[in-house]
């Protein structure tokens, strides 16, 4: 384990409020125009993948197809349900697009730098126990998917929001627990502390099997594929958007596109070194491009790599099933991270008695996690015997509850009138060929 007192702090004894404003109008600019750009290079990305051209007309390249969206979606007639908490379906909107922008306050972009005559630090603030503060402001964002499923009084919507708590429930868990490794081998929870620790080695080596359930929780966290279960727009119909339009879609639309940049900049800093240039270029000129304004394109370039990850991902990979998702969170990734916790809590106590290497030790552990978290990926689940299955199934009845459902794996949806009528009738002309 790293002492406290042999990490620095970020230094914000010479910050004013008019740097304080300055940094907090970069964060939000930084924000919009990065969706803007995750827009269209969402689109041309998939239209390669897809063996299609993507946006091209507006603009050079497209560039201006993104502010077109925008526009729309802003010009839009705006309506509101009779039915709905006035109140509440206000709000949900509002809380998902404020907790989205709350996280890179504390996400460094880089070292210190003289701004206008000040010395400091390329980050908005930071705190003993900032990694925290950014696990609470992600759950809190998931009440607005939540409230607004629930006041928009409607089942498609409701199906939504239940969905998105089991996520966060199950995910989340996966997410912050592979966070308590680097907590532990970087002795800080604060985001410039645990920078600072990743001078020599990044964490995503030592920590790998953390680095991976981090990822595939990150991507299950921002709801997408393959993991986009509360929208879901083959089975309930884009879910707790559904009785939203115009500004009010467009906050639950944009919250989405930053939450993204928010697991990639928590990434980028907890795992890929946050704004230390990747080697051979840290070693250049003894470390030049570690300093001055150097470190905001290196950070820019990581969190644009795990954007592109999720891009590639949803133009890849098909929705899981819902048994499958909350399998994948409660018996592989909750199991795995829990049990990498306790070895690497194990490793650094034993390390500081025994005075062993941290880096080798964590390096062979995370091979063996890894190759334990691929066999429970692809070891198939258990079926039963066909004479233990039951003969006869009682008939499933999507409208039991007063609302209809779909059916679990195994249930089967009553035959319509019209397939029945025409079974009768094949049935029927079946009979007199056998009469006659």
């Known amino acids: ?40 290079v969402e689109r041309r990305v998939l239209g390669r993948m897809q063996t299609r051209p993507g946006p091209n007309v507006h603009g050079p390249f497209g560039l ?52 206008f005559g000040v010395n400091t630090p390329l980050q908005l603030t930071d705190m003993p126990v900032a990694v925290l503060y950014i696990l609470a402001i992600t759950s809190f964002g998931i009440y607005g998917i939540v409230l607004g499923g629930w006041a928009s009084n409607s089942t498609y919507p409701l199906l939504g929001s239940v969905r998105s708590s089991a996520q966060m429930i199950s995910y989340e868990l996966s997410m912050g627990l592979s966070l308590v490794s680097v907590f532990i081998v970087a002795g800080s929870m604060s985001t410039s502390q645990i920078v600072d620790s990743q001078t020599q080695l990044w964490w995503f080596i030592s920590l790998l099997p953390a680095f991976v359930i981090y990822v595939i929780s990150m991507v299950g966290e921002v709801n997408r594929l393959p993991f986009d279960l509360p ?3 083959g089975e309930l119909v884009a879910g707790h958007m559904v009785e939203y339009s115009s500004m009010k879609f467009a906050w639950f639309f944009l919250a989405e596109y930053i939450n993204m940049f928010n697991v990639a900049g928590v990434a980028t800093t907890l795992f890929f070194g946050g704004w230390r240039a990747p080697w051979p270029i840290s070693a250049i000129g003894d470390g030049m491009f570690n300093e001055g304004w150097w470190p905001m394109l290196w950070f820019t370039a990581k969190v644009w790599l795990f954007m592109f990850l999720m891009i590639w991902t949803r133009g890849t990979l098909l929705r899981f099933r819902y048994d499958q998702f909350m399998r994948l969170g ?13 070895m690497v809590a194990i490793v650094q106590g034993v390390r500081q008695f025994a005075g062993l290497d941290l880096q080798t030790m964590l390096l062979w552990i995370a091979g063996v996690f890894l190759a334990i978290l691929l066999a429970l990926l692809l070891w198939p689940s258990p079926r039963k015997p066909e004479e233990e299955l039951p003969e006869e199934k009682e008939p499933f009845d999507p409208f039991a509850a007063g609302y209809p459902v779909p059916p679990m794996p195994g249930e089967e949806l009553p035959p319509s009138p019209r397939r029945r009528r025409r079974e009768a009738v094949m049935a029927m002309n079946a009979q007199e060929a056998t009469d006659e």
Do not use: H, R
């Open 1 to 40: 384990m790293i002492p406290l007192n042999a990490l620095p702090s970020a230094d914000f004894s010479e910050d004013t409020w008019w740097i304080w404003l300055i940094k907090a109008v970069f964060i939000l600019v930084f924000l919009l125009v990065g969706v803007l750009m995750a827009l269209w």
């Open 64 to 115: 201006f197809q993104s502010i077109g969206d925008a526009l729309k979606l802003v010009l839009k007639e705006d309506f509101w349900l009779k039915g709905a908490d006035k109140v509440i379906y206000l709000l949900a909107p509002c809380i998902a697009a404020f907790s989205s922008f709350m996280v890179y306050a504390v996400l460094p972009f880089g070292p210190n730098v003289n701004m």
């Open 231 to 233: 929208e879901a727009e």
């Open 330 to 342: 409660w018996k592989v990734l909750i199991p795995v991270s829990l049990a990498w916790v306790v």
